[in-house]
C-alpha cells in the first residue's frame, strides 16, 4: 500500500519526473536469455513483423538483429541476440560475441526467462552475464500463457531480485501478447530523452537476402530433428529481377555431411520440395511479388569452424 504524501510534494515529484511534451524517449535494448526462452518470438510481436526466425530448436538465433519500435513516447531499437550457450564450435564463438557485444552497448537490458521451466545452471550463466554488464536490466518473465496459476511467478522473481537490482519485473507472452504493453511501456520510462536514431518506417537493420535465407532456414528448423538444426545454414547465390517483375532467387543449404543432405532432401526430394513452398509462400509475401526459388545443398565439413564461411554467411 503506498503512503500519503501531501499535495505539494506530489506534484513536485511528478513535474520533476515528467518530459516535456515533445521530448521522446529512445535508446538500445538487448533481449538476453537461454536459448529457447522466446526472444525472437518477443521481437517479432513488439515489431508487428516478422524479422527474425522462431523455432522449438535451440541455437535459432545465430547474429545480432535488430527490431525497431515506434511509439508515440519514442522509438525503442530492440537487439535480439542468440540464445546463452557454451560454445563449442567457431559459429558458437562468434553467436556469443554477438550476445557480449549486444550487452557492452545497449542502454538497458532485457532478461528474458521462461517463467514455464525450473530454473537451471544456464540460468545462472545468463545471470552472470547480465551483472557482469552492470546495465541496468529488466526481467521479463515469458510463456505465462502456459500456466494458470500466476502465484508460481513469485518464488521465481524472488530468486532473481535477490541476484540483481532489477528495474522491474514483468510476466508476459511473447505468444499471445499479454503483457507487452506494460513491457513497452516499462522500456520506455528507462530510456534516455533522446531523438530516435532510426527512420519512423525502419522496422529492421535485415537486409531483404538476409530474411529469405532465413524464412528458409526457419522451415528446415522446422522439419528437421536432433543434431541437423546445428549443422544448416542458407545463404543467397543469386537475386536477379526478371522482366516480368519477378524475382529468380536460389538459396544453397550447407550441411557437413552426406548422410545430412539426404535427410533435408527427403525421400525423392519431397521434404526438400515441401520447405521450398513454405519458404517462397513467405518470401512472396514479404516482397509482395512471385518469387522462382532453386535450392541446392552442398555438404562443406566443417563450415561451423570455418572462418571463411561464417564470414561468407554473414555471422560475424
Ligand atoms: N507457449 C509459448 N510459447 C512461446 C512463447 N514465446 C516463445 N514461444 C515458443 O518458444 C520456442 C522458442 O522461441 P524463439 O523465439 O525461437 O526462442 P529464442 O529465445 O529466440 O531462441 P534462440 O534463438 O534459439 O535463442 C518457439 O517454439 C516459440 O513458439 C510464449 O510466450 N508462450
Ligand atoms: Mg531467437
Known sequence: MGQEQPLETAISRALSESTPADAVRSGFVAIIGRPNAGKSTLVNFLVGEKIAAVSDKPQTTRTRILGIVNRPQGQIVLVDTPGVHKPGYRLNKRMMQAVLD??????????????????????RFVLNLV????????????????????????????????????????????????????????????????????????????????????????????????????????????????????????????????????????????????????????IEAMLGRNVFLEIFVKVEPHWRNNERCLDELGIH
Open 102 to 123: 549486444a550487452l557492452a552497448t545497449v542502454d538497458l537490458v532485457v532478461l528474458l526467462r521462461d517463467a514455464s521451466v525450473p530454473t537451471g545452471n544456464g540460468d
Open 131 to 282: 551483472k557482469q554488464s552492470g546495465r541496468p536490466a529488466l526481467l521479463a518473465l515469458n510463456k505465462i500463457d502456459r500456466f494458470k496459476e500466476k502465484g508460481r511467478l513469485l518464488p521465481l522473481i524472488d530468486f532473481y531480485r535477490h541476484e540483481y537490482d532489477f528495474v522491474d519485473y514483468v510476466p508476459i507472452s511473447a505468444l499471445t501478447g499479454e503483457g507487452t504493453d506494460t513491457l513497452l511501456n516499462c522500456l520506455l520510462q528507462h530510456l534516455p530523452v533522446a531523438p530516435p536514431p532510426f527512420a519512423a518506417d525502419d522496422l529492421t537493420d535485415q537486409t531483404e537476402r538476409t530474411l529469405a535465407a532465413e524464412f528458409l532456414r526457419e522451415q528446415l528448423l522446422r522439419r528437421l530433428s536432433d543434431e541437423l538444426p546445428f549443422v544448416v545454414a542458407v545463404a543467397v547465390e543469386k537475386w536477379e529481377e526478371r522482366k516480368d517483375g519477378g524475382l529468380n532467387l536460389s538459396c544453397v543449404i550447407l550441411v557437413e555431411r552426406q548422410s545430412q543432405r539426404a535427410i533435408v532432401l527427403g525421400r525423392g526430394g519431397l521434404r526438400l520440395r515441401d520447405m521450398a513452398t513454405a519458404a517462397r509462400a513467405e
